[in-house]
């Protein structure tokens, strides 16, 4: 990703400077009510799920009722009444039929309705006149009837045209059957029943089951709560421990560096000192003597000397920085500087004043070690700046030099050999959760740019 600056190359994102975000520490208080919170959906979907299997657990039960009904109905009381006559209209068969299912049928309160078909879709009768004699075309499942004489129920379609009397009553249960007039003729006896039979049901059946599953969830969470609040003290104790064992960490490795730099830099670097010093004694001696050849091996070991002692002291800069130790990150900043100054390299360190944690004091060290040490060794530059402020919410450490500069962007896919710099720089800024790019082109110079977010 790449940003443009205003008046310079490309910014090139190394690590983008994501926050990490902190280990939150368990609260029992919030575990519990999320704990409590989902067995409460969890009731109320159990719940949900109840009523509707008991609806539709019901209606069947409800649809079989009212078939077994419906066959007690036309065996008993509408199969003797009919007449041949009704095939034609005749008042009298009709008026039969009428008696019949008015004193017995729609004397209970399921029934709402009864009609009597032909197979040609005339109604032969109903209990409401205004359909005695109307046409209607028959659904496949009333003309299978004639064909495969069996009970039908099913919920009432109160949209089609025949239903147009039975509207207003709420849903309804449909049931037809086929009877047989004196002569033989098929007719479909087709009954109307409440609703209401399939609600309360329902009601019953959801009754019947929610006390037991709802109590038994609720007793589950009852006896979840102690075993989790044993859990989370255990978990809290783990909690302090690890952190207890992690900050020892840390304090142990602070010290061990602090103990390793001082041990070197008191014995090894002191001895090689020493023998620099003797060495090039020597060296001069055997000048003195006349003995050239001894005198430059001993001038070569003496110097081979004081770049070990050198590469000694980088390493104890790198382990445990002085400045940094002691002085803080500003005087630590400023020793890097006075070793490009004694180079003939300007160097302004300008830090004003933010506060930094010690890990975020190392990551802006150890940055800062190697843009110098870039400057010193490629750049070929005669300034450089090191700034440290606070812009825009966060912490932002600046490196910038006037020098050669390079590639980026070639840099990042074809690294030179060994030299893998940009990547490890911007590895190390991202496990930190800060912000890491750089803006460079050749004869441009180089901007380094470390982002901590406050």
């Known amino acids: 990703m790449n940003v443009t600056d205003r008046d310079g190359p490309a910014w090139v994102v190394l690590a983008s400077g994501a926050p990490v975000a902190p280990e939150r520490p368990v609260r029992r208080r919030r575990v519990f009510l999320q704990v409590i919170l989902g067995a409460l959906v969890v009731i109320v979907a159990v719940a949900i799920a109840g009523v509707v299997a008991a609806r539709r657990l019901a209606e069947a039960e409800a649809v079989s009722d009212a078939a077994g009904t419906a066959d007690l109905l036309a065996e008993l009381l509408v199969q003797?009444?009919?007449?041949?006559?009704?095939?034609?209209?005749?008042?009298?068969?009709?008026?039969?039929?009428?008696?019949?299912?008015?004193?017995?049928?729609?004397?209970?309160?399921?029934?709402?309705?009864?009609?009597?078909?032909?197979?040609?879709?005339?109604?032969?009768?109903?209990?409401?006149?205004r359909l005695i004699g109307a046409t209607f075309a028959l659904g496949e499942d009333e003309r299978e009837v004639f064909a495969d004489p069996r009970t039908r129920a099913e919920v009432s379609d109160l949209d089609a045209p025949e239903n147009v009397y039975e509207r207003g009553r709420g849903q309804l249960l449909e049931t037809y059957r086929p009877v047989w007039a004196p002569s033989g003729q098929p007719l479909l006896f087709e009954a109307y029943f409440r609703y209401d039979e399939v609600t309360a049901r329902s009601g019953q059946l959801f009754r019947g089951f929610a006390g037991i599953t709802l109590s038994s969830l609720l007793l589950l969470v009852v006896l979840l709560l102690p075993v989790l609040w044993r859990l989370l003290d255990r978990l809290r104790l783990a909690q302090a421990q690890r952190e207890s064992l992690l900050q020892r960490a840390v304090d142990a490795s602070a010290d061990e560096r602090r103990r390793i730099a001082g041990t070197l830099h008191d014995g090894v670097v002191q001895d090689l000192v020493a023998t620099s010093f003797a060495v090039a004694g020597a060296a001069e001696q055997a000048a003195t003597d006349g003995r050239t050849g001894p005198a430059a091996e001993l001038r070569r070991a003496a110097a081979t000397?004081?770049?070990?002692?050198?590469?000694?002291?980088?390493l104890l800069v790198d382990i445990y920085p002085p400045g940094l130790a002691d002085g803080g990150l500003a005087a630590a900043l400023d020793d890097l500087a006075a070793g490009l100054r004694s180079r003939d390299i300007r160097v302004d360190v300008e830090v004003d004043a933010v506060d930094l944690d010690p890990d975020r004091q190392r990551l802006a060290y150890r940055v800062a070690r190697e843009c110098l040490g870039n400057v010193s060794r490629h750049s070929g530059a005669t300034t450089a700046v090191v700034r440290l402020t606070r812009q825009d919410g966060a912490d932002v450490l600046e490196i910038a030099d006037d020098g050669v500069g390079f590639d980026v962007e070639a840099a990042l896919a074809r690294p030179a050999e060994g030299h893998f710099g940009l990547r490890v720089l911007g590895d190390v800024a991202g496990d930190a959760g800060a912000g890491l790019r750089v803006a460079s082109a050749p004869g441009a110079g180089t901007r380094w740019q470390l982002r901590f977010p406050v």
């Open 80 to 129: 003797p009444a009919l007449r041949d006559g009704i095939l034609d209209g005749d008042a009298a068969a009709v008026d039969a039929v009428d008696a019949v299912v008015r004193a017995h049928v729609l004397a209970g309160p399921p029934v709402v309705r009864v009609k009597l078909w032909d197979p040609a879709g005339r109604i032969l009768y109903s209990d409401e006149p």
């Open 305 to 314: 000397v004081r770049t070990s002692i050198g590469g000694l002291r980088s």
